[in-house]
């Protein structure tokens, strides 16, 4: 038994360490009709339909389902880099560590979330 809930409780680490950039938007009812929305809205107010996908413009990959829309960073937060190394965010999202004394330095960090 003992080692079921250690498995479990290990498990549930693993996912909480994959997931770590993670946040839910529960659906609320309207304050005048009491009915849920037919969708999720985003931050600029676009209703997205349930089973639907979207990015945000702030990096995050969202998708909505009758709970809420759920986001995800697609961006790591970099621990333990060096001071002179910077992460580079691109339009699309895409992203690059970048050392501000050149290229022939290493810019390793020591762990990372997404």
């Given amino acids: 038994m003992n080692a079921i809930l250690c498995l ?30 037919k ?4 931050d600029k107010g676009v209703l997205h339909p349930f ?9 995050y990959d969202c998708s909505c389902d009758r709970s809420g829309a759920h986001c995800c960073n697609l961006v790591p937060t970099y ?10 965010v691109n339009k699309d ?3 690059k560590l970048v050392n501000t004394k050149g290229p022939d330095s290493d810019c390793v960090p020591q762990s990372a979330v997404i």
């Fill in 79 to 88: 621990f333990g880099l060096p001071e002179s190394c910077k992460v580079v």
């Fill in 51 to 59: 089973g639907s996908r979207w990015n945000s413009k702030d990096c």
């Fill in 8 to 37: 479990a409780l290990g498990l549930l680490a693993t996912a909480t360490l994959c997931h770590g950039q993670c946040m839910t938007a529960p659906l609320r009812p309207d304050p005048a009709t009491g009915k849920l929305p």
């Fill in 39 to 42: 969708g999720c809205r985003d």
């Fill in 93 to 95: 999202c895409t992203h």
